[in-house]
T-cell receptor, first 115, second 110 residues
Framework: GAVVSQHPSRVICKSGTSVKIECRSL??????MFWYRQFPKQSLMLMAT?????????EQGVEKDKFLINHASLTLSTLTVTSAHPEDSSFYIC???????????FGDGTRLSIL | ELKVEQNPLFLSMQEGKNYTIYCNYS?????LYWYRQDPGKSLESLFV?????AVKQEGRLMASLDTKARLSTLHITAAVHDLSATYFC??????????FGQGTRLTINP
């Protein structure tokens, strides 16, 4: 089956640092990748949608300068949380889709803790 | 704007009992998904439902879709402890984004 690998699975870092999370589609080409954030006991909130080679489309209220998304190839997208603060602590999940009518496959998530 | 609502949001039940989780959505959509999430984990895909009257079953879980009522159900038969998790439905309309329900936290007690 389609596999999406997300790395790292857990990050703990100091306030003010930048953190990069990678999302790879291992056995298919992902034309579209999605980044979600999930706070404890809440649902998934879509942050942005990225198509390979294009700029990401951010959801309302998501700061594009703070959450930098790069989707430079059909198998890799990265999310960089710049100058992270404690309120950015959350569970970040990526998802990838091969085509417009294909299902989304989810990564294992990254738990980000900012001290 | 597409909205998805699940109920109940919390469900505590005994092993061996049957129960149903409901998922309502606000506008016509072309596919509905059910996912399971264990604590600290990502989503596991359970079912995708594409057409009116679609029914899918896997073990003790059965999902159905009524597009006219804009309603999907996830039925749990003879619940076992291993089914304790949070269950999400999500709906997608055409080429638009996936919209998730709030999730139903299911606890199954011995």
């Amino acid at each position: 089956g389609a596999v999406v690998s997300q790395h790292p699975s857990r990050v703990i870092c100091k306030s003010g640092t930048s953190v990069k999370i990678e999302c790879r589609s291992l056995d298919f080409q992902a034309t579209t990748m999605f980044w979600y954030r999930q706070f404890p006991k809440q649902s998934l909130m879509l942050m942005a949608t990225s198509n390979e080679g294009s700029k990401a489309t951010y959801e309302q209220g998501v700061e594009k300068d703070k959450f930098l998304i790069n989707h430079a190839s059909l198998t890799l997208s990265t999310l960089t949380v710049t100058s992270a603060h404690p309120e950015d602590s959350s569970f970040y999940i990526c998802s990838a889709r091969q085509g417009i009518n294909q299902p989304q496959h989810f990564g294992d998530g990254t738990r980000l803790s900012i001290l | 704007e597409l909205k998805v609502e699940q109920n109940p949001l919390f469900l505590s039940m005994q092993e061996g009992k049957n129960y149903t989780i409901y998922c309502n959505y606000s506008t016509t959509s072309d596919r509905l998904y059910w996912y399971r999430q264990d604590p600290g984990k990502s989503l596991e895909s359970l079912f995708v439902l594409l057409s009116n009257g679609a029914v899918k079953q896997e073990g003790r879980l059965m999902a159905s879709l009524d597009t006219k009522a804009r309603l999907s159900t996830l039925h749990i038969t003879a619940a076992v402890h291993d089914l304790s998790a949070t269950y999400f439905c999500a709906v997608r309309r055409a080429a638009q984004k996936l919209v998730f329900g709030q999730g139903t936290r299911l606890t199954i007690n011995p």
